[in-house]
């Protein structure tokens, strides 16, 4: 036990305090990891639980290297949650496919970039729950397979953006979606929603939110929501005036990301509460991003210690 002026505490409920403090501000955990060694010990997965490797945060080739250096057992039985901007830079993207590699327990995956054949096959050996990604030219050629590939096969949350390419216009080989045995959250970009939105959205029953995202002006978002020839109550278009890093992270950490903001609005119009024709929902996140956020980034490593704490901002 740890005694201060006569207080003790028990290591049970010093863990407790310790770690309920490092879910709620996340960018104090590498203040904390210095306190003594069996806190490092408690709170250190925690620091990874979240891998937020983006082109947004300072020097994230270096934050990219800290990760990837880790045991491969430690990183698989931590990290949970991770969202990737891939560049093109080959060393880089062997690093990403390197740490990919190294975190097969996550949960929750979004890559922002060009999406290759040898990540899709890193993919297919996780379990993932969430997913989201830029649906890249090959995808529907790929092992001739699509949507009806394995890694889908536990997916709830889908997030497809940008339609890749004009050879992937072949409206059959999109109906693999229809097939996906879990999936119950569906979000789209407007160009692959304009096209594949008629003929399958009414062929999933299993889906509860169809979400078209925007990031357009309030004007051209509201012009697209009124064009949509569909009367399905499931469909919210919605424009996302957050940054896309900030509300993936904002879901993560127990926010209330753009899926909780989709459902919130799907259940007042089920109330009446908002008329049953209105698809469109403009609106910002109850909650800004968690205080004190982390970023690996951010930070660098001292030898014996761990992360240096003067180079991670709150």
């Given amino acids: 036990m740890t005694t201060w002026s006569g207080f003790s505490f028990p290591h049970d409920l010093e863990r407790e305090i310790f770690e309920m403090t490092s879910l709620l501000y996340p960018g104090f955990i590498p203040t904390l990891l210095r306190v003594c060694h069996r806190v490092r010990v408690w709170l250190e997965p925690l620091l990874y639980r979240v891998l937020v490797l983006s082109d947004s945060r300072r020097d994230p080739e270096h934050g990219l290297r800290i990760v990837a250096s880790k045991p491969t057992a430690f990183l698989q039985k931590t990290v949970r949650h991770v969202l990737l901007k891939v560049r ?26 060009e999406v290759d054949r040898g990540f899709l096959r890193l993919l297919g050996k996780m379990r993932l729950q969430r997913l989201g990604f830029t649906v ?70 299993r889906l509860r939110a169809i979400v078209v995202t925007t990031h357009r002006s309030r004007s051209a978002d509201l012009a697209f929501a009124n064009s949509l020839a569909l009367a399905d109550e499931r469909i919210v278009v919605m424009a996302i005036r957050m940054g896309y890093d900030d509300d993936w992270e904002l ?54 210690i761990g992360p240096d704490i003067s180079h991670f901002t709150c």
């Fill in 136 to 205: 890249p030219p090959f995808f529907m050629k790929w092992n001739r397979a699509g949507f009806a590939h394995p890694l889908f096969v536990s997916v709830t949350h889908l997030d497809l953006y940008s339609l890749g390419h004009s050879d992937d216009h072949d409206i059959q080989k999109w109906h693999g979606i229809t097939t996906l045995p879990v999936l119950s959250h569906l979000a789209l970009s407007p160009s692959i929603a304009t096209y594949i939105l008629p003929s399958i959205v009414t062929q999933c029953p």
């Fill in 251 to 304: 879901g993560v950490r127990g926010g209330d990301d753009f899926w909780a903001r989709a459902e919130a609005f799907l259940a007042r119009k089920r109330a009446g509460k908002v008329e049953s024709s209105c698809y469109f929902l403009d609106e910002t996140p109850a909650r800004t991003p968690p205080e004190g956020r982390f970023s690996f980034g951010n930070i660098t490593e001292v030898p014996g």
């Fill in 88 to 113: 093109q830079a080959p060393e880089q993207r062997k690093l990403y496919a390197s740490l990919l590699a190294k975190c097969s327990g996550t949960i929750s995956l979004s890559i922002d970039g």
